[in-house]
Every structure is written in structure tokens, then in C-alpha cells.
Nanobody, 125 residues
Framework: QVQLVESGGGLVEAGGSLTLSCAFS????????MGWFRQAPGLEREFVAG???????YYGNFVNDRFTIDRDNAKNTVTLQMNNLKVGGSAVYYC???????????????????WGQGTQVTVSS
């Protein structure tokens, strides 16, 4: 059974930092591309960052060098370091996995095979 478990969310002031972590289990993590998405109430799920199995990284257009996605294949984890958070960044953040052999991009939620339950990030002004 594949499981993705996010952690690290919480309340932070605008301009502050948070690091989200996602623990992946159940299948070979090394074969999976990983992504982070976020969803605020009433809005669609939005691509935040993605990292391929060979560590090529991609970011959402709004990120502007504030976030860093990374993976540790020995620990089966993917992290999202978020700096200079903005009030508009309040959302539930989700970790997702997509089998690497399928090809295609990382920016569309429908492309992913597995999802975590999400972790809430709240950015206060």
C-alpha cells in the first residue's frame, strides 16, 4: 500500500519560513517523480514544485526563487523549503507521486498517481 504522509505545516508570519516534509512508502521511491501542490478554499489545486527521480526541479510561476524542493532517496522523503512566505500562501499543501516511467510533465495534478492527506500552512499578516 502506497502512503504519502506530509508534516511540517503550521502558522507562520508573512516573510517567515517553513519546511514541509513528505514520507513516501509502499513502492520504490527512486522510480517516482514527486510534486507539491497547494489548495486554498474555493480554488483549484495549484502546482508549487516538482522534482524528477533524477532530481531535475521545476517550480510554479509564483515561487520566484523563494522555495526549494529536494529529495532524499535513501530516506524516501521529499521536502519543500519555503522562504519569504506571503499571506496569499495560506493553503493545504499536498505531496504527490507520479511514476517516472510514464513520462510527461509534473505541473498538472491529474498526472499524479498518489497523494498525501495534506498539511495546513497559514501565513498571517
Amino acid at each position: 500500500q502506497v502512503q504519502l504522509v506530509e508534516s511540517g505545516g503550521g502558522l507562520v508570519e508573512a516573510g517567515g519560513s517553513l519546511t514541509l516534509s513528505c514520507a513516501f512508502s509502499g513502492v520504490d521511491f527512486n522510480n517516482y517523480n514527486m510534486g507539491w501542490f497547494r489548495q486554498a478554499p474555493g480554488l483549484e489545486r495549484e502546482f508549487v514544485a516538482g522534482i524528477q527521480w533524477h532530481s531535475q526541479r521545476y517550480y510554479g510561476n509564483f515561487v520566484n526563487d523563494r522555495f526549494t524542493i529536494d529529495r532524499d532517496n535513501a530516506k524516501n522523503t521529499v521536502t519543500l523549503q519555503m522562504n519569504n512566505l506571503k499571506v496569499g500562501g495560506s493553503a493545504v499543501y499536498y505531496c504527490a507521486g507520479k511514476e517516472g516511467a510514464r513520462g510527461g510533465g509534473l505541473r498538472t495534478a491529474d498526472e499524479y498517481d498518489y497523494w498525501g492527506q495534506g498539511t495546513q500552512v497559514t501565513v498571517s499578516s
